[in-house]
Structure formats: structure tokens, C-alpha cells
């Protein structure tokens, strides 16, 4: 079997060194050195592009779990960014110049990694050849189309999201389950009720709150930024993704002056995104804005809003669990096109595509870790058909199935999310082994 790996960022060098480790010859296709993205400035290898951290190191936070899991897997990102660190607190910070060199030297080195540099513009698969496809969220032009028409045009060219926020975090004392004119799906929707005086004060915050600069499009009217909406009028929310027809709050019995929709974002109802709320705000404009919405002055939010140029195909439409393509198990995706969002959540998610390519290769079955992993949560997230409105997701706490009885404080409960997700990634292996 022949393996290709096309694109050499985070996600595309982890595939490629699975694959090489396993004891397969693989092809790895980059671009850099004949052409380069409009973010990239050097020709090496998982190029950082916009910061330089890594995110937490510490065993009870999101970003720490996910790097240990990547660890056990034998993560070459993981191992090049301990030997490349630099200071900063509890973050896991590379010299990102000497990260990219040592990455670029590892893959060189591996005798069973050829580099071929080379701009490839159509995605094809012989009958003969696994193909991973790692380009990451700038991929555009002939690739891009091709993917489109692979994909059934499930590849979308900006990413304007809306917050997300766990919900074990909803104050259920102001916030109600309730469909409009009470049509069903109660458990879908959840609403934050305001008065007049509560909805003007926010409005205010809103168009007063400070935006971040957004290049490479413009925004349809379907994606207008609540902030933007807010700034025709007083009202215009209201009479858009915060108006309160058909709906009644039960605490007074009256529809409310205005309300957020809250909608599940994924099967298991951990978490729920804030419908209509696409936003440029700032990150620490978008906490203290939003947290002035009823039943939301304690979110946590798992993931704030963006809007920039990004590319990334609808997963839950496409990939199975094992980031195989649904409709053809040797193409598989792996990195930020698949819709998680991060370096280390690219970099992990081409772990497992190179783990799982080899095993098709193999006609065994495929490996995903549990969903009580952050790995395997990744997986059941981008891979879950139940997600209608599909945003992407780094690592966070809320992705993971809750630990019953349930932990009041946080520290004690993400340690024990944490224990529970790397005993569980041990056990796995042990089993595979």
C-alpha cells in the first residue's frame, strides 16, 4: 500500500511519522518552496504561525490533558516542543524557529518519509494508495475546489462561529427549555429571557464594546455580527436573533422583552452555542458582554466567536470517528480543515489519521480513543451527525461526558476528568498492543 500525506504543517508531520514508525513508506507532499500562504514566512516544516505557545502544560487544564494523551501516542510535536521551551509560567512556550528546525530534521531524517515539494491541485486516490489530507485552514485555489467537489460542496471559506458555553454553567434559575409556540425540542433550546431595562443596557455594552480587525472577506447578511446588527438600531436585535416571539417565560408568565436561544451543540447536551451571536469582538470583550445575558452571568465559555478566513469541510457529514472519509475509507483528513482548532489539536488529530491509515492498511480496525479521552472527544465532536450548525473545536472540559456524582470544584473535577481520560488512553493501548 502506498501512503501520501499531503500538506507538512502540525497535523501533516505527525501523520507522516506515524505511518514512517509503524514501518511504512510514505510520500509527504508540501508546497513550501515553490509557494507559500500569506501567513508563512519560512520554508520549514509545522510552521507556528501566530503565536508561540502551545497552551497550558498542567494536568488538570484542557490544553495539558490533550498533550499528555499525544504524548502516550508517541507525538513528535509534543517531544520537539519540550526540547525547544521557553518560559512562560504554566504555558508550554517553543523558540518557534528552532521548533520548526528540529520538526524539519526529525522528518528528514526518518528514512521512511519521502519530501516532495510540490503544489498538488487535485485530490485523487488509487486503488493502490491511502492519502491523508492535512493542507490546513488556508487551503484554496485547485485543491480547494477539488476538495469541494469531493466532498459534495461541504467545504466552507470562512468560519464565522458563534460562542459556545457548557451547560453546567447555564444558571437554569433564569434560563428555560422551550421551543417557539412550544413546538417540540424543548431539550434542544435553551432561552435567556430580558427585560427592557436589562436588553437596553446590553445593547449599549454591545455597540460600545471594542471589535477585533477582520481581514480577507466581508460578511454576508446571514453572518452579520451581532455587534454590527446592533449598530442599525436599538431594536434590530429584537427584531432578529433575539426576538422573544413565540415564546413565554414561566417565571412570569409573559413573553419576554427580548431573549438569546442557547442550541445544543452536540448529542451528549454538554455544551450550547448562543444562536445568531457571530461576533468580531475581542475574547475579553465577548466575557464581559455576554456575561450580562440572563442565566450567563457565570458561563464558562469553551470557545468565543471568530470571524476569519478559514477553510474547513462539514465533518459530521463526512468523517467517520477515525477521520476516514465516509464515502471513501482511504482518503482521510487531518488537521484544521477537519474542524478541530489549534496546533495541538491538529497536530492530534493527524496522530490518529496516521495511526488509523496504517491500520486499513492492515484490515484491522481503526483506533479511537474513548470519548472520555480529549482525543476521542475530538473524534465523537467532528464525526457526530447530530451536530447541525457545525463550528470548529480546540480542546476544552465541556467535550468530555460529565463524572457523576459530580464534582463542585473545578480543580478537583477537571483532575479527576483528566485521571480518568489518561487511565482510560492506558488501558486502550495495553489492549492494542
Not at 526540547?83 to 528552532?98: H, N
Not at 444562536?275 to 458582554?289: A, D, H, I, S, Y
Request: negative net charge.
Amino acid at each position: 500500500m502506498r501512503f501520501k500525506v499531503i500538506g507538512a504543517g502540525l497535523a501533516g508531520v505527525e501523520a507522516a511519522w506515524q505511518i514512517a514508525n509503524a514501518g511504512f513508506e510514505t510520500e509527504l507532499y508540501e508546497m513550501k518552496g515553490i509557494k507559500r500562504s500569506p501567513a508563512h514566512k519560512s520554508d520549514m516544516l509545522a510552521e507556528l504561525v501566530c503565536s508561540n505557545s502551545l497552551k497550558a502544560k498542567r494536568h488538570d487544564s484542557a490544553a495539558g490533558l490533550l498533550k499528555e494523551e499525544m504524548a502516550l501516542l508517541g507525538s513528535l510535536t509534543v517531544d520537539c516542543a519540550l526540547r525547544c521551551e521557553v518560559p512562560a509560567g504554566g504555558a508550554l512556550a517553543v523558540d518557534r524557529d528552532k521548533f520548526s528546525a528540529l520538526v524539519t530534521e526529525k522528518i528528514k531524517g526518518n528514512e521512511n518519509i519521502k519530501l516532495i515539494t510540490q503544489v498538488v491541485e487535485k485530490l485523487e486516490v488509487n486503488d493502490d494508495e491511502i492519502v491523508i489530507v492535512a493542507t490546513g485552514p488556508l487551503t484554496d485555489g485547485a485543491l480547494a475546489e477539488s476538495i469541494s467537489g469531493l466532498t459534495g460542496g461541504y467545504l466552507s471559506f470562512y468560519d464565522a462561529a458563534a460562542p459556545i458555553v457548557t451547560a453546567e454553567s447555564i444558571d437554569m434559575s433564569k434560563a428555560f427549555g422551550a421551543s417557539r409556540y412550544d413546538r417540540g425540542g424543548d431539550a434542544d433550546y435553551l432561552n435567556c429571557p430580558f427585560n427592557r431595562a436589562e436588553y437596553e443596557a446590553f445593547i449599549n455594552e454591545l455597540v460600545n464594546a471594542e471589535g477585533a480587525v477582520v481581514h480577507d472577506f466581508d460578511v454576508y447578511e446571514g453572518c452579520m455580527p451581532i455587534e454590527k446588527l446592533a449598530k442599525r438600531g436599538l431594536d434590530a436585535p429584537r427584531f432578529g436573533p433575539m426576538k422573544p416571539v413565540g415564546l413565554v417565560d414561566p417565571s412570569t408568565g409573559h413573553r419576554p422583552w427580548a431573549c438569546v436561544q442557547l442550541r445544543r451543540e452536540n448529542s451528549q447536551g454538554s455544551m450550547f452555542n448562543l444562536v445568531g451571536f457571530q461576533t468580531n469582538l475581542k475574547f475579553p470583550e465577548q466575557r464581559r458582554v455576554f456575561s450580562m445575558i440572563p442565566g450567563l452571568e457565570n458561563a464558562e465559555f469553551v470557545r468565543y466567536g471568530v470571524m476569519h478566513r478559514n477553510s474547513f469541510i462539514d465533518s459530521p457529514r463526512l468523517l467517520n470517528s477515525d477521520f476516514s472519509l465516509r464515502k471513501n475509507n482511504r482518503i482521510f483528513f487531518a488537521g484544521q480543515i477537519t474542524g478541530v482548532e489549534g496546533y495541538m489539536e491538529s497536530a492530534g488529530s493527524g496522530i490518529l489519521a496516521g495511526i488509523n491509515a496504517v491500520r486499513s492498511a492492515r484490515g484491522e480496525e481503526s483506533f479511537v480513543p474513548d470519548e472520555c479521552t480529549m482525543l476521542g472527544a475530538l473524534c465523537s465532536y467532528i464525526s457526530d451527525e447530530s451536530v447541525k450548525n457545525f463550528q470548529p473545536m480546540g480542546a476544552n472540559f465541556g467535550v468530555l461526558p460529565p463524572i457523576e456524582p459530580k464534582i463542585r470544584d473545578k480543580k478537583e473535577r477537571y483532575t479527576a476528568l483528566a485521571d480518568r481520560a489518561i487511565n482510560s488512553l492506558k488501558r486502550s493501548l495495553e489492549k492494542n498492543d
